[in-house]
T-cell receptor
Framework: DVKVTQSSRYLVKRTGEKVFLECVQDMDHENMFWYRQDPGLGLRLIYF???????EKGDIPEGYSVSREKKERFSLILESASTNQTSMYLC??????????????FGSGTRLTVV | AQSVTQPDIHITVSEGASLELRCNYS??????LFWYVQSPGQGLQLLLKYFSGDTLVQGIKGFEAEFKRSQSSFNLRKPSVHWSDAAEYFCAVGLNAGKSTFGDGTTLTVKP
């Protein structure tokens, strides 16, 4: 089974800090995604990547950036954290484009609180 | 653009009773359709998926879902609910390229 590991389960950061959320997968999945989850809003796509050094904006990219230097690692960066970025962040992977029918494998999530 | 509606925010059923969670989608063609389950504090786990073929699909944990094209629906069912099924359930529409759109979720409470 593919394992998707998010480095932190809980994080508390101060307003204005630069925050890094890490996601590592142990299989050769090409596609990686970052979603945020908020009560009543479901999951919203922030950024995704189809390949190393490649990224595309999702539906709510403002205030975020991403980095994918190696195939197995996809980092989400909050350039200057704000309280409205307090949320659950979920990383997901997919084998490759064209296999969308297989569904995602998710990490356990990182609950970020910005104070 | 595709969208997903889960009309029920919260459902409560008694243990042993049957369950149906509703999902309606909007998309120009037949999409990939998914149901995921999220236990408290955890990530999402894929329950089942549909793209083509038999419109009744079986998943893990005894769940099944039926695709109805005429109603743009993909409802999740289970004949007998167990206390361990208490969780949040998400319906999703996916594209072959990989992006998925999720519904807002339905929280299931199971009464003893």
């Amino acid at each position: 089974d593919v394992k998707v590991t998010q480095s932190s389960r809980y994080l508390v950061k101060r307003t204005g800090e630069k925050v890094f959320l890490e996601c590592v997968q142990d299989m050769d999945h090409e596609n990686m995604f970052w979603y945020r989850q908020d009560p009543g809003l479901g999951l919203r796509l922030i950024y995704f990547s189809y390949d190393v050094k490649m990224k595309e904006k999702g539906d709510i990219p403002e205030g975020y950036s991403v980095s994918r230097e190696k195939k197995e690692r996809f980092s989400l960066i909050l350039e200057s954290a704000s309280t409205n970025q307090t949320s659950m962040y979920l990383c997901a992977t997919l084998l490759e484009s064209g296999t969308g029918g297989r569904g995602y494998t998710f990490g356990s999530g990182t609950r970020l609180t910005v104070v | 653009a595709q969208s997903v509606t889960q009309p029920d925010i919260h459902i409560t059923v008694s243990e042993g009773a049957s369950l149906e969670l509703r999902c309606n989608y909007s998309y120009g063609a037949t999409p990939y359709l998914f149901w995921y389950v999220q236990s408290p504090g955890q990530g999402l786990q894929l329950l089942l998926k549909y793209f083509s073929g038999d419109t009744l699909v079986q998943g893990i944990k005894g769940f099944e879902a039926e695709f109805k094209r005429s109603q743009s629906s993909f409802n999740l069912r289970k004949p007998s609910v167990h206390w361990s099924d208490a969780a949040e359930y998400f319906c999703a529409v996916g594209l072959n390229a990989g992006k998925s759109t999720f519904g807002d979720g339905t929280t299931l409470t199971v009464k003893p």
